[in-house]
Structure formats: C-alpha cells, structure tokens
C-alpha cells in the first residue's frame, strides 16, 4: 500500500500539467484559482468529516 502523503504516477502527470497550465496565468488569475483549490479542499474535507461521522 502506497504512503496516504505520495502521489501516485498519475497525480504526478497531472501536476506536471498542472505546473504548465499555471505558469501562463497571470497574477490575478494564479491568486483566483488558487481560492477556487482551496475552497474546493474544504468542501472535500467537510464531505469526509460527514461521511465519516455517518459510518
């Protein structure tokens, strides 16, 4: 079983597309999406506190 703290091979392709996505963003746009991640973090977060709460 792999380290909950690693990412997978796919997760790592996806932050190298990730990484080139980001570097034509300008300023504004890098700090907007950086809010949408972090917003989209804690609705994840809140759905694993509540499904676990549930089990």
Do not use: C, W
Not at 14 to 37: I, P
């Amino acid at each position: 079983m792999e380290m909950p703290g690693k990412l997978t091979l796919e997760q790592q392709f996806k932050m190298t597309v990730y990484r080139d996505q980001v570097q034509s963003l300008s300023q504004e746009e890098a700090q907007t999406y950086l809010l949408e991640v972090l917003r989209q973090m804690m609705v994840k977060d809140n759905i694993v506190k509540h499904l676990l709460k549930s089990a």
